[in-house]
């Protein structure tokens, strides 16, 4: 059984990788004290019920386990890591498994052991006095925003993967998605970790504080180091009081300065009411309208910019609407925006966010692609989006630039279609070309080559060359600090 989700969105481009060994068993004492703390339902090993976590949902990358350990505490986690740690074996934490970047897969060697926390996946506690939520790395995204919801507040992190990403695997690559703009991302949600470092140890620090300058900011280091210094087992979250207004509207606007433009009205006007801003190029709203069953697109014209803008408040009395219309008539007037329509209902707020939403998909069905997750300071996402666009188009004429994303943040998807009636594979076969053409400009923007996706398996070679010298080297020391025997997740974010 292949991935999923890898049956929604398909293979992508698949980076050069050997094939996988058989997974070598773990000795039999070892899985027997394995055993004696987990129990039968903690450690899978038969080969049907592993398949699933081999393989990455983009098909990226392949690998072999012999075994997928499912702790259901702290304490038998850190147990199990005790003797892994003693016997020198491999660990790659698993949560949803929806990285873009084969974060969470094992190698090829077959000796790496896998680890899932999807049994640690309750909500240990939620205060709406303190706005904080303690939940287990395993607890799925989506069931952490319904439990806020139902106690009348708001857990901001969104991103297309929340039916599935969990609570662990957005901390650990410190998840962006359509409200960072607002809130900010999943480092800027979290106050306090519980973690299960390599040898065992545990650092309980669900502390709810939101001061706390007691030393090093141990759980930042573990936002974002994709399970490769410690393993998060639980978090404080920030909570915030639920929006009680909302506007919604989808934009035809003249061009990405445009784009752009509109963004600085409506920040200059009440940046607190900005929930996302994000941009969608003509051509990937054109894949959505000719593959996502029920897309339409509510204005009167087709164009080649568009924007999403989301306003919410938690003010009752915030009159949104009224803002949103004020400053989308200034714009038509200055020719920024060309068209736009405001959602009247929640289905039509459903609506236009779906046509964002299913680029991912869109592009899929429309054929092979190669997804570039890149970050320029906002001022210079105009220039990146076309210059970007116009190198990819002179490296491999007819294919179609799909820029789409987090402007707000100044986080473009630069992703790639191939041309009409090209072969996949061929066009695949130049994923590294199209790479490296998008992120040498983005380079001479100052901008990154991973935005909020991570490095993963995928990255480690870009991450060397872009943060070399002495902050690749205090990484690496790092590392070699907090896992000495370099059992945690190897081969990921770092070059070897
Ligand atoms: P996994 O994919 O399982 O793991 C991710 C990394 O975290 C791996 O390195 C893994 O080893 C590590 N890890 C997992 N759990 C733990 C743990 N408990 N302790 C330590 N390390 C751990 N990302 C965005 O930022 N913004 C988006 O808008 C966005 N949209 C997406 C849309 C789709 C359709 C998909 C498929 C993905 C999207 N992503 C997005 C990618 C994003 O990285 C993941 O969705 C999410 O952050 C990963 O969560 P996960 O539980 O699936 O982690
Ligand atoms: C999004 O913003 C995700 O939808 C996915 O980060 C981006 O598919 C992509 O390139
Ligand atoms: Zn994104």
């Not at 319904?146 to 599935?164: I, R, W």
């Not at 650990?172 to 519980?194: I, K, P, Q």
């Not at 009411?273 to 509510?298: C, K, Q, W």
């Amino acid at each position: 059984m292949t991935h999923p989700l890898a049956v929604a969105f398909g293979p992508l481009p698949m980076p050069d990788t050997n094939p996988p060994r058989p997974a070598i068993p773990l000795p039999d004492e070892l899985m027997a004290s394995l055993l004696s703390i987990l129990g039968p339902r903690g450690i899978v090993t038969d080969p049907s019920d592993l398949e699933p976590h081999l393989s990455d949902w983009r098909g990226l990358y392949r690998g072999a386990s012999p075994a997928l350990l499912r702790p259901a505490s702290t304490e038998e986690l850190a147990a199990c890591m005790r003797l892994l740690h003693a016997a020198a074996i491999p660990v790659v934490p698993q949560g949803g498994n929806t990285s873009m970047v084969g974060g969470a897969m094992p190698d090829e060697s077959g000796r790496q052991v896998i680890l899932s926390l999807s049994r640690m996946n309750r909500i240990r506690d939620l205060d709406p006095v303190d706005m904080t939520m303690v939940a287990e790395a395993g607890v799925v995204l989506k069931t952490a925003q319904d439990a806020a919801a139902g106690a009348g507040c708001l857990f901001p992190l969104s991103l297309g993967a929340e039916g599935t990403a969990t609570i662990g695997g957005v901390l650990s690559t410190n998840a962006g998605g359509n409200t960072t703009v607002r809130y900010g991302n999943a480092r800027d949600l979290m106050l306090g970790l519980e973690i299960v470092l390599p040898d065992g140890g545990v650092i309980h620090g669900l502390r709810r504080l939101r001061k706390d300058n007691t030393g090093y900011a141990l759980r930042h280091l573990m936002v974002g180091a994709e399970g490769t210094l410690g393993i998060v087992t639980a978090a404080v979250l920030r909570l915030f009081p639920r929006p009680r207004a909302e506007a919604i509207a989808l934009c035809a606007v003249e061009s990405e300065d445009a784009a752009l433009a509109l963004f600085r009205r409506f920040r200059d006007r009440d940046e607190t009411a900005v929930r996302a801003f994000e941009y969608m190029s003509g051509n990937g709203m054109e894949m959505v309208l000719r593959h996502i069953d029920g897309a339409t697109l509510p204005l009167s014209e087709r164009a080649d910019h568009y924007v999403l803008v989301d306003l919410a408040s938690s003010r009752p009395d915030a009159d949104l609407r009224g803002l949103m219309e004020a400053v989308l008539e200034e714009a038509l007037e200055a020719g920024e925006v060309l068209d736009a329509a405001l959602a009247e209902s929640e289905a039509q707020r459903h609506a236009i966010w779906r046509l964002r939403e299913e680029h991912p998909e869109a592009q899929k069905k429309e054929g092979a692609s190669v997804k570039n997750d890149v970050s320029v300071p906002v001022s210079k996402v105009p220039e990146m989006i076309r210059r970007c666009s116009a190198a990819l188009q002179a490296l491999i004429p007819g294919s179609r630039p799909v820029p789409f994303g987090h402007m707000g943040d100044g986080n473009i998807h630069m992703n790639l279609e191939q041309p009409e009636g090209m072969d996949a594979a061929a066009f695949l076969a130049r994923s590294h070309d199209i790479m490296d053409c998008v992120n040498d400009i983005v380079r001479d923007l100052d901008g990154s080559f991973s935005a909020e996706h991570g490095v993963g398996r995928l990255k480690p070679d870009m991450l060397a060359e872009w943060r070399g010298g002495a902050e690749l080297d205090a990484m690496r020391r790092i590392k070699a600090a907090l896992d000495p025997k370099g059992l945690l997740n190897p081969g990921k974010v770092l070059p070897a």
